[in-house]
């Protein structure tokens, strides 16, 4: 019967690193062909996702946020009583006090906080909706242009539009009820004569408006009654308005 005996014995520190340099040299040759043969651990990829914002831009809009959430409480989209008589389908804009109603009827209106013309281009008077548009092209006016020469000649329709995702266009003149890429201008006096909502309000409005609706813009000077939401302003009813572009007391060109 044939005996195995072990032996115990020691190595020296330079055989051990002979050892370990030789296994080093036999590996190397075996990791590449195992790459060669599609076995090769997988390496970290990039996801669309990455991708997309490793561009710094997309064609695609990125996902809306909650813009309403985002603004006072006094300026969301809420239903309150409105005591003007009006016809359900009117839009009266409050222009002292940064609100757009919506007659419903019945003595109540859905009430929009909005942004409007700065000093010096704020209007009045009544106006029909002509026209209505999903996410319009934007072309400045050329006094708009004279006044702010760095603009561009043309934005087209999308995210980065300053008119948003929806436009509806007052009368013949250039003035328009539109959306937003800038929600914090909302409740502010800084446009140059048409009226903004955020992107959620304006699609939100454009669902309920029909071309031909009547809208009235008040003075800042204006009294209005109209409750709920803001108990502590109660006015007055005010006197009838003139109609048609001789109401507008800046030309109509000069609006965003």
């Known amino acids: 019967m044939t005996k195995f005996v072990v032996v115990g014995r020691s190595f020296s520190p330079r055989v051990v690193t002979a050892f370990a340099f030789a296994t080093a040299l036999l590996t190397v040759p075996f990791a590449a062909q195992a790459q060669t043969l599609g076995y090769a651990p997988m390496q970290p990829q990039a ?13 695609e809009a990125p996902p809306a946020a909650d813009e309403d959430a985002a603004l006072p409480d006094r300026l969301r989209r809420q239903i309150v009583s409105f005591d003007r008589n009006e016809p359900a389908g009117t839009i009266v804009i409050d222009t002292a006090n940064t609100y757009l109603y919506y007659v419903l009827g019945n003595g109540r209106a859905m009430r929009y906080g909005v942004g409007v013309g700065r000093e010096g281009f704020t209007w009045s008077g009544v106006q029909n ?10 072309h400045p006016p050329a006094e708009m242009i004279a ?5 561009p000649r043309f934005v087209a329709g999308g995210p980065g539009n300053p008119l948003g995702a929806r436009a509806m266009y ?3 003149s250039q003035y328009r009820i539109h959306g937003t890429n ?11 004569g048409c009226v903004r909502l955020t992107n959620e309000d304006v699609s939100d409005l ?5 071309v031909g609706a009547k809208v009235v813009v008040l003075p800042k000077n204006a009294p209005l009654m109209a409750r709920g939401g803001d ?4 006015r007055p009813a005010m006197t009838t308005l003139p109609s048609g572009r001789q109401a507008l007391n800046i030309p109509a060109s000069s609006v965003d």
């Open 170 to 172: 007052l009368g013949s």
């Open 231 to 234: 108990p502590l302003r109660k």
């Open 147 to 151: 006044r702010q020469p760095y603009l």
């Open 206 to 210: 454009f669902s309920r408006v029909n």
């Open 47 to 59: 996801y669309p996702h990455d991708q997309i914002y490793s561009r710094g831009y997309t064609s």
């Open 182 to 192: 800038d929600p914090t201008t909302i409740g502010k006096f800084v446009s140059s």
């Open 129 to 138: 909706i002509t026209r209505k548009a999903e996410w319009p092209d934007w």
